[in-house]
C-alpha cells in the first residue's frame, strides 16, 4: 500500500504542515499535488557523476518539492525542511543538489556539515554558515562581533542552551536580526547536513531563528540521521512544534533505481546482469551500492576494500549502539543466534538490539538481522582490536555455555579466542574435535585440539592423550606436520604416561616416518608390558606382530623370549578396548604372510565394507591400505578400483590428505596390473601431489613403483629416471612398500638396456621376500621379472630355472603369475611349442584384463607363427598385439611390433571404435576369438571340442553381426570388446583355454 498525504507529509488542522494559506488557495492546491507525487515515489536519493554532471536517481519529485517550497519562501512564508533517514540513504547528497540548483535561482546559500567531533565547539555550525557565502564586509564584522560575544558569555559561564545566559539570548537576537536583514535583499536558504551533531549553542540558535522565520524568505534545510528512531532528538522535538515543518523520509534505493545507478557507471549489458546481485548485497544502500560499482569495475567481485571498508564506515559514523550491536552479530554470527545471546554479549538490553537490528535493517545493511554478504562480517571483526576480538569471543564461549548451547558454537568461539582458563573448556574442546572428525572437518579439529593442548591445568598424562589424538588428527592432513608431535610422544611411551592402546598407532606413525630409533623403543615398550603379564598389552601386541609380519617385516621378533606368551593367531570377538581397525589389518595380514592371498582377498572386502562403522579409528586408513592391497595381490585390481571409488566418496576423505593419497596410490597400482598406462602416470603423479615424498615417508615406495613402472612402459624413460632420483628413506627397503620400488627400478633398467642392475633389484627383491617369509608373486614377480633379465642376458638355464621355480610354488595357480611364466617358459622352449604355451598365455592376460602383458604374449605368438611359417595366423595376431600395445600407448612395445610384417597402424594410436559394437554370444565369442588369433577351423574345434560345421556356422553369424566378408576384416580388439559389453549386461566371460600342459 501507497503512503498516504499524511503519513508523507502530516496534516495539522485541516491544511499541509507548513503551508500559511487557505486550502482553496492556488498554492496550497500546489504543495497538495506535490506531497502527493512525493507518497508515489520511494524517498531515496543517490548521486553518480557521468561526465561531470550530477545524476540523481530516484529524487526528482522530492527535488520539484523543495523547489516548490523555495519559491513560497521567496513569497515571504518561511518553511523548514527535515529530511531524515540512516547514514549514507543519500541526504547529504539531496542538500548539495538542492543548494546547487537554489543558487541558480539567485538565492543565498548558507550551508554547513555536522561532526562529532566539532560538538563540543561552540558556535561551530553558525561559523560555517556565514563563512559559506560571500557576505559584505559589515555584515562579516557584525556576525563575527556576535559570535566573538557568544563565545564570551559561555566562558564566563557554564549555561546550557535550556538555562539561556542574557548575553546568549542578545548573541541569538543579533543572529536573527541578520539573517532577517540578509533575507530582506534575497531569498535566503539555510542548509545543515547531520544536525544531530550541532553543537547546543547553534542548535539552540537555529531554534529560535526557526520558530519567527514564517513570515521571512527563508527556507531551513536540515537533515538528521536517524539510525535509532527511538532514540530522543533536541532537534526533532523542537521542529515537530512547528507549524512550518515538513518531514521526509529516506530509504534505500529499490531494484529499478540499483539497475538506473549501475547503467550510469557501466555498461547497461553489465548493469541488467549484475543489478539482482547488487541489490541483494548492498539492499539499495547508496553508499554500499557505490562501493559495490567500485568493486566490479576492478575485480569482478566483493572486495574487502571496497564494500568491506565501506560498510564499516558507515556504521563508525552513525550510533555507537549500532557499531555495538553489528560486533556482536558479527562475533555470534549463525542461523540460531538469538536477539538476546546478542544483547548479552553488547551489554545492552534486548529492546535497544531490536531496534538496532531494524535500523540497519532499514538502512540495507542487514537483510532479516543477519549480514548480507560475509565481507560485511569480516569488515565488522577486521575493525575491532586483536585483544578486544578475543575478549569477545571469550565471553561469547561463557555465554553460550552458560545457555546449554551446541557444543560445535561454542567451539568456535573458544579457539577464535585462542585461550582456554577453565576445565569445561578444555573438554568441550576435545568433545567438538570428535565431531569434527566424524564430519570430515579436520582443519577445525586440529585448531581444536591445538588450543586443548595448551590447557593450563591438564596432567601429565591428560596432555599425553590430547597430543597423541593431535598427532592423529594432523597426520590425516600432512604427516610431515605431525612428525613433530612424535618424540614427545615416544619419551610418554617410555614414561608410562601415554595409554597403552596409543602405542601401536604411534609405532606405526614412528615406522612410517623412517623413525626406526624411535620406534624400536615403543615397541620394546609393548614386548615389556606383555612380559609383565598384562592381557590386554598381549592382545595389542598380538596383533602389532601380525600387522608387522606383512607391512615391516624386517621389525617382527622372531625368537620370543621364554615365558613371553604366545602370538600365535586366535580368532575371537573384539573387545572394548581393541581398535577395530588395528583388529582387521592384524586379520588381513596373517593371511598375506601365510601366502593365503585369496583369503585375504575375501577378508579385505569386508574390512572395506565395515570401512564406515571404524573411521574414527586411527587405522582406518592403514586397514583400507591393506585390504586395497590384499585385492591388488590376489590378482583383483578391477575390484580394487571399484573399492576405491567407494571408499573416496566417504565422509572424511574430502579433508584427509592420506586417504586421498592412499586411494590414488592404489589406483595407480590397478592401473599398472590392468595395462592402463596413461591412467597409471596420471594417478601416481596425483597420489605424490597429494602428499609430498617426505610426508610419504617409507611407503613412497608404492606411488613411486606405479609411476616408474607406467613411464617406463610407455616409454618416457627420462621422466622415469627423473622419479627415481627422488630421495627415498633408506629404511624403505625394510618395509613392504620397499618391494613395489625395487621391482619397478629394476625393469627400467631392463628397458633402458642395464641388465645386471636389472637381474640385481629383481634378486634383491627375492632375497629380501623369502628372508622375511613373504614370497608371494602376487606383491612383486620377482622370479619372473629376474628370468627377463636372465634372457637379456643370454642365460637361457637361469631364466629356465626360475620360471620353473616359479611354476613350483604352491600359490602359481593364480592367473597372471601362471600367464608371466608360460610367456618366459615359451622364450626358452622349442619353436614348436611356442604357440601353445603363448596362447594358452594370452587367455590367461585377457582373463584378468591385463593389456599391456597380452599385448606382449601376441606379439611373442605372432614372432613363433611366423618362425614356423604362418604368416597368415602371424599377421592377424600382430594386429591384434599392435592395437593392444596402442590402447596402452605403450610406444616401446609398439615400435618393437612394427619391425614385423604385416598391416601397420598409425604408431600409438588405436583403431577407431564404433559407437555400439554388436554383441556376440558366448560361443561366438569363443569362436572368433580364436579365428581373430589365426587359428583354422579345425583348431578351433579341436580346441573346443565342437565340429568343424558349428565352427563355421558361429563365424558365419560374427561376420553378419559385424557386417564383414572375411577373416582378415575381424577387429583386433573383438575379445575385449565383447567381453566388456557381456560384463556391462551382466553377461559372464568365458575364453576357450588351449589347456596346454607344461
Known amino acids: 500500500m501507497r503512503p498516504s498525504v499524511a503519513t508523507a507529509v502530516g496534516i495539522r488542522r485541516g491544511r499541509p504542515t507548513g503551508v500559511g494559506w487557505a486550502p482553496d488557495s492556488p498554492p496550497v492546491a500546489l504543495a497538495l499535488l506535490t506531497i502527493v507525487l512525493v507518497a508515489q515515489f520511494p524517498a531515496t536519493a543517490v548521486k553518480n557523476r557521468t561526465g561531470g554532471l550530477m545524476v540523481i536517481i530516484e529524487r526528482n519529485e522530492h527535488i520539484d518539492y523543495l523547489d516548490d517550497l523555495l519559491k513560497m519562501s521567496e513569497k515571504g512564508e518561511g518553511q523548514v525542511v527535515l529530511i531524515e533517514g540512516p547514514a549514507a540513504s543519500g541526504k547529504s547528497e539531496l542538500l548539495r543538489t538542492f543548494a546547487a540548483s537554489a543558487s541558480r535561482s539567485a538565492a543565498l546559500t548558507l550551508g554547513a556539515v555536522c561532526s562529532p567531533a566539532e560538538r563540543v565547539l561552540p558556535f561551530g555550525t553558525l561559523g560555517q554558515l556565514f563563512h559559506s557565502a560571500a557576505l559584505s564586509l559589515e555584515t562579516d564584522s557584525e556576525v563575527a562581533e556576535l559570535l566573538a560575544t557568544g563565545m564570551s558569555a559561555v566562558q564566563a559561564t557554564d549555561s546550557v542552551p535550556d538555562v539561556t545566559h542574557p548575553d546568549l539570548a542578545q548573541v541569538f537576537h543579533g543572529i536573527c536580526r541578520v ?75 529499490s531494484p529499478d533505481g540499483v539497475t538506473q545507478m549501475l547503467r550510469h557507471h557501466i555498461d547497461e549489458a553489465a548493469a541488467d546482469r549484475l543489478s539482482a546481485e547488487a541489490y541483494r548485497v548492498s539492499g539499495g544502500n547508496p553508499l554500499l551500492l557505490t562501493a559495490l560499482v567500485d568493486d566490479f569495475r576492478q575485480s569482478g567481485g566483493v572486495r574487502a576494500q571496497g564494500y568491506g571498508a565501506a560498510f564499516a564506515n558507515h556504521l563508525h559514523r552513525g550510533d555507537p549502539v549500532l557499531l555495538r550491536t553489528a560486533r556482536a552479530l558479527a562475533v555470534l554470527e549463525d542461523d540460531t543466534t538469538t536477539v538476546a545471546e546478542m544483547a548479552g554479549l553488547a551489554g545492552l538490553d534486548a529492546d535497544t538490539v531490536a531496534g538496532a537490528l531494524r535500523s540497519m535493517t532499514a538502512a540495507g545493511l542487514l537483510a532479516d538481522g543477519r549480514f548480507r554478504h560475509p565481507v560485511a562480517r569480516l569488515a565488522v571483526l577486521g575493525g575491532l582490536p586483536a585483544q578486544e576480538c578475543q575478549e569477545l569471543n571469550s565471553a561469547a564461549a561463557r555465554l553460550l555455555h552458560e545457555r546449554d548451547a551446541p557444543v560445535m558454537r561454542i567451539a568456535r568461539h573458544l579457539v577464535a579466542a585462542d585461550r582456554i582458563q577453565e576445565p569445561w573448556e578444555t573438554d568441550l574442546l576435545l568433545e567438538a574435535a570428535e565431531h569434527l572428525q566424524l564430519d570430515g572437518n579436520l582443519q577445525m579439529a586440529v585448531q ?27 597426520w590425516q592432513l600432512n604427516p610431515s606436520s605431525a612428525a613433530r608431535h612424535l618424540g614427545r ?83 575371537g570377538l573384539v573387545t572394548p578396548g581393541t581398535d577395530p581397525g588395528l583388529r582387521a589389518v592384524a586379520a588381513l595380514c596373517d593371511h598375506l604372510a601365510r601366502g593365503r592371498d585369496r583369503e585375504a582377498a575375501t577378508r579385505a572386502e569386508e574390512v572395506l565394507r565395515d570401512l564406515r562403522l571404524s573411521r574414527r579409528s586411527a587405522w582406518a586408513e592403514e586397514a583400507a591400505l591393506t ?51 596413461p591412467e597409471a602416470v596420471d594417478q601416481g603423479r596425483t597420489a605424490l601431489a597429494h602428499l609430498s615424498p617426505k610426508a610419504w615417508g617409507v611407503a ?118 601362471r600367464g608371466l ?15 601353445q604355451l603363448l596362447a594358452e598365455a594370452s587367455d590367461l592376460f585377457e582373463d584378468c584384463h ?23 595366423r602371424a599377421r592377424m595376431v600382430v594386429r591384434r598385439a599392435r592395437h593392444l600395445a596402442a590402447m596402452c600407448q605403450a610406444t616401446p612395445l609398439s615400435r618393437g611390433l612394427l619391425s614385423m610384417p604385416g598391416e601397420p597402424q598409425e604408431e600409438g594410436r588405436a583403431a577407431p571404435e564404433p559407437e555400439e559394437a554388436p554383441v556376440l554370444t558366448d560361443s561366438e565369442h569363443r569362436v572368433a576369438s580364436l579365428a581373430v588369433m589365426g587359428y583354422t577351423n579345425r583348431e578351433i574345434a579341436d580346441r573346443l571340442y565342437v565340429t568343424a560345421s558349428t565352427v563355421e556356422q558361429h563365424l558365419t553369424r560374427v561376420f553378419r553381426k559385424l557386417g564383414i566378408k572375411r577373416r582378415s576384416d575381424l577387429p583386433a580388439d573383438l575379445a575385449a570388446r565383447s567381453a566388456g559389453q557381456r560384463r556391462d549386461r551382466g553377461i559372464p566371460s568365458a575364453v576357450g583355454r588351449s589347456g596346454a600342459s607344461v
Open 489 to 571: 610422544l615416544t619419551a610418554d611411551g617410555r614414561a608410562g604416561r601415554l595409554d597403552r592402546r596409543e602405542l601401536p598407532t604411534l609405532l606405526r606413525q614412528l615406522l612410517w616416518l623412517g623413525r626406526e630409533s624411535d620406534a624400536g623403543v615403543v615397541l620394546d615398550r609393548m614386548r615389556g608390558s606383555v612380559g609383565e603379564g598384562n592381557g590386554g598389552d598381549a592382545r595389542e601386541l598380538r596383533d602389532t606382530e601380525m600387522w608387522l609380519s606383512a607391512t615391516y617385516p624386517a621389525h617382527v621378533r622372531r625368537q620370543q623370549s621364554p615365558g613371553a606368551p604366545s602370538l600365535q593367531r586366535r580368532e
Open 448 to 474: 581444536c585440539l591445538r588450543l586443548a593442548a595448551t590447557a593450563p591445568r591438564a596432567t601429565d598424562r591428560q596432555q599425553a592423550a590430547i597430543r597423541a589424538e593431535l598427532a592423529r588428527t594432523e
Open 627 to 677: 585390504a586395497l592391497s590384499a585385492l591388488l595381490y590376489a590378482e583383483r585390481p578391477d575390484v580394487a578400483l571399484a573399492w576405491c571409488g567407494s571408499a573416496g566418496s566417504e565422509a572424511g576423505v574430502g579433508q584427509s590428505a592420506v586417504w586421498r593419497a592412499v586411494l590414488t596410490a592404489v589406483r595407480a597400482e590397478a592401473a599398472v596390473r590392468l595395462g592402463k598406462l
Open 821 to 835: 611364466c608360460l610367456r618366459l617358459l615359451a622364450a626358452v622352449s622349442p619353436a614348436g611349442q611356442r604357440p
Open 700 to 817: 613412497v615406495g608404492l606411488p613411486l613403483g606405479s609411476l616408474v613402472l607406467g613411464l617406463t612402459r610407455t616409454g618416457d624413460h627420462d621422466t622415469a629416471a627423473g622419479y627415481l632420483a627422488v630421495p627415498v628413506p633408506e629404511v624403505m627397503f625394510r618395509s613392504r612398500y620397499g618391494l613395489h620400488y625395487l621391482h619397478a627400478r629394476g625393469h627400467h633398467y631392463l628397458a633402458t638396456g642395464h641388465a645386471h642392475a636389472a637381474l640385481a633389484d629383481f634378486l634383491s627383491c627375492g632375497e629380501l621376500m623369502r628372508g622375511w617369509g613373504l614370497d608371494l608373486a602376487g606383491i612383486v614377480p620377482w622370479r619372473t621379472s629376474a628370468a627377463e633379465a636372465w634372457l637379456r642376458l643370454g642365460n637361457r638355464d637361469q631364466a629356465r630355472r626360475m620360471v620353473q621355480e616359479q611354476l613350483g610354488r604352491p600359490a602359481t595357480g593364480s592367473t597372471r603369475t
Open 179 to 253: 539573517l532577517f536583514r540578509l533575507a530582506a535583499g534575497e531569498p535566503v536558504l539555510i542548509s545543515i547536513d547531520d544536525v544531530q551533531h550541532m553543537d547546543d549553542h547553534s542548535r539552540s540558535c537555529l531554534l529560535y531563528v526557526a520558530r519567527r522565520l514564517s513570515s521571512t524568505r527563508i527556507l531551513l534545510v536540515l537533515s538528521e540521521g536517524a539510525d535509532l528512531p527511538l532514540v530522543h532528538s533536541p532537534v526533532r522535538g523542537e521542529l515537530e512544534r512547528l507549524p512550518c515543518l515538513h518531514r521526509l523520509r529516506l530509504a534505500p534505493l
Open 850 to 872: 591385463d593389456r599391456y602383458e597380452q599385448a606382449r604374449v601376441l606379439g611373442d605368438l605372432g614372432r613363433a607363427h611366423y618362425a614356423l611359417a604362418q604368416r597368415s
